[in-house]
């Protein structure tokens, strides 16, 4: 079993930064795709980043040179580092994982933390 624990969200100006950390309880991290996913009131869960077992890094478009993945595999951490941030960035920020691979959508993740408010006032 695997256990995801976000942190650093908060509430943040436009145009400000966060970095989002995901902690994960078990042995084999270096094992397992990430990925960050995000919430907002009233929508679907969307993807954010991922990144691989390798360290590659997937983005959505609309993150794209604004938001960075990345992978501390000796902390066990994943986190996302979030710059010029927008009001449309306002959500709940979930840490997902899955054992060698991952994806894109939501159903492609096993295992998924209990998520961070991230609140971008303008």
């Known amino acids: 079993q695997v256990q995801l624990l976000e942190s650093g969200g908060g509430v943040v100006q436009a145009e400000g930064s966060l970095r989002l950390s995901c902690a994960a309880s078990v042995r084999s991290f270096s094992s397992y795709a990430m990925g960050w996913f995000r919430q907002a009131p009233a929508k679907e869960r969307e993807f954010v980043a991922a990144i691989s077992v390798s360290g590659i890094e997937y983005y959505t478009d609309f993150v794209k040179g604004r938001f960075a993945i990345s992978r501390d595999n000796a902390k066990n951490t994943v986190y996302l580092q979030m710059n010029s941030l927008k009001p449309e960035d306002t959500a709940v920020y979930y840490c997902?994982?899955?054992?060698?691979?991952?994806?894109?959508?939501?159903?492609?993740?096993?295992?998924w933390g209990q998520g961070t408010q991230v609140t971008v006032s303008s």
């Open positions: 997902a994982a899955r054992r060698f691979s991952g994806g894109y959508y939501v159903h492609e993740y096993d295992y």
